[in-house]
């Protein structure tokens, strides 16, 4: 290994750290890498990269280990780690923040928010942006401002050869293009330049629980809602099982609901009419939209959230949500193994279906929602619940959007990566083939190089 890396940050097996170390957050992903390395800053990356390179090693970057393909780690070869690359440097001249490949969406709130500013990101504050920015990124700001990828402006990054580039509209414009979608494909980046607006310090935040049994209206409202929704206005529908916990009044514990979630991105009082169409949806069990701050409205699904768990995800874009898809998707929900399920509907509309199929690698630009499926389990197998999982998607792919999945809330699946890249998927394998032609970036949505 390269000396003038800091042996404490070469982990390897047998090494006390390396348990720890190799867990992503998918608690089914047990993978044993043959190295993971630490980096602190960008020449560390380099010299990971180059070593690899020199010793033929398949390289897994690891921004925030989110992805619930497990993608932030492998077996056999070489993580990158870049956890200890969190650093968030806003620029308010220039309404940019410089962000590092292991930041946190946290990390990002907290800093751009002690200037009033926000660039849009996710809706967990642990998630990574490196991972969830390379394959979208959808939050409550898609409306307004697009997708997090839509938003980056530039980036550094380590290609498969161990070389730093600068990437934007002027420098290396296919890679500039390719990594608005394409994943983790084409190299390691380890700063992100991206685009900021005011927002907040206060917000609206649409915050509604319905009763499951109304479940049916209350999706197929959102549906019509969302077909006329301001650009301001970005939601998600989440059908769950409360699960007994003591941060929930008892009324709830173990009570499968209907969760209405999103924000107004404009001033609060203005969006107060907007957003009232949500709250009326059905007869809520308890409504507590109202003005908080951004930042607490960006931690609020924290708690729902598990650190580590066991779970099988996946995910479909609907152009529509239709009476049949939602028969479809209610009767799969009531017939779960376990009520341990979180489906969510997110409603996609406003900016970011503006932007071109082409413009970035990125091309799902006309669907109206997308499911992303969670299910996560305590009790029964794992296999149980990877068929019932499966069964999901497979009841509702013929009424899907082609085929195409949000890329960073399905495991490995590769008939659904070529459908979702679609048209655009020919142009990003060139670009791989000159960037990365022995596929050293190979453990995720994998682009295979061709000329
Ligand atoms: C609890 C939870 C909440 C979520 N909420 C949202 C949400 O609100 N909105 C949303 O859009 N998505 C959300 N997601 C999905 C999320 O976008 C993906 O999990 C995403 O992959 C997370 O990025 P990461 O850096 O943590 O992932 P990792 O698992 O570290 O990496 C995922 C992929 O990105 C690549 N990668 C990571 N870092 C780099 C880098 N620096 N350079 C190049 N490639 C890299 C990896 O190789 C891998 O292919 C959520 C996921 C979870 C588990």
Not at 259 to 264: I, N
Not at 298 to 311: F, G, I, S, T
Request: charged share 20%; net charge negative; hydrophobic share 40%.
């Amino acid at each position: 290994m390269d000396q003038s890396l800091k042996m404490e940050s070469i982990i390897l097996p047998g090494n006390e750290l390396y348990d720890k170390k190799r867990k992503v957050w998918n608690a089914t992903i047990d993978k044993h890498p043959g190295v993971i390395v630490v980096c602190e800053s960008e020449e560390d990356v380099v010299k990971a990269v180059r070593y690899a390179k020199e010793k033929g090693l398949s390289v897994t970057p690891r921004g925030g280990g989110h992805h619930v393909g497990g993608f932030g780690t492998c077996d056999e070869g070489m993580v990158i780690d870049l956890s200890g690359m969190r650093k968030v440097t806003v620029n308010e001249e220039q309404l940019v923040a410089v962000v590092e490949g292991g930041a946190t969406l946290g990390d990002i709130d907290e800093e751009t928010q002690k200037f009033g500013l926000a660039t849009p990101t996710g809706t967990v504050s642990k998630t990574g942006v490196a991972g969830l920015a390379l394959s979208g990124g959808l939050g409550y700001l898609r409306g307004k401002y697009g997708l997090t990828c839509d938003n980056l402006v530039g980036a550094n990054l380590v290609t498969a050869d161990g070389q730093l580039l600068y990437v934007n509209e002027e420098q290396h414009p296919d890679l500039y293009w390719a990594i608005r979608g394409g994943g983790g494909n084409f190299g390691i980046v380890t700063n992100f330049e991206f685009k900021l607006y005011p927002i907040g310090p206060e917000v609206l935040a649409v915050d509604v629980m319905y009763d499951y049994q109304d479940a049916k209206q209350i999706i197929l409202k959102a549906q019509e809602y969302v077909n006329q929704a301001p650009d301001e206005v970005s939601f998600n529908v989440t059908v769950t099982a409360l699960p007994p916990a003591p941060f929930l009044p008892e009324f709830l514990h173990n009570r499968k609901v209907v969760m209405v979630g999103g924000m107004y991105a404009g001033d609060p009082q203005m969006g107060v009419n907007v957003v009232k169409p949500l709250q009326e949806l059905a007869t809520p069990i308890v409504d507590k939209t109202g003005v908080l701050p951004y930042v607490a409205l960006q931690k609020n699904l924290d708690a729902m959230v598990p650190d580590h768990v066991a779970v099988h995800g996946t995910s479909l874009y609907f152009t529509e949500v239709t009476e049949e898809a939602v028969d479809v998707l209610l009767a799969k929900l009531d017939n779960a193994p376990m009520p341990t399920y979180l489906a969510q509907l997110w409603a996609l509309s406003g900016q970011m279906n503006r932007i071109s199929p082409e413009a970035t690698a990125f091309s799902n630009r006309d669907s109206s929602f997308v499911l992303l499926l969670d299910f996560m389990y305590m009790g029964a197998g794992p296999e149980v619940c990877q068929q019932w999982v499966d069964s999901v998607y497979d009841g509702l792919l013929p009424l899907s959007n082609k085929g195409t999945s949000y890329l960073n809330g399905i495991g490995a699946n590769e008939v659904a990566a070529m459908n979702t890249l679609g048209k655009n998927y020919g142009k990003l394998a060139k670009i791989k083939a000159k960037y990365d032609p022995e596929n050293m970036f190979r453990h995720n949505h994998n682009v295979r190089p061709q000329d």
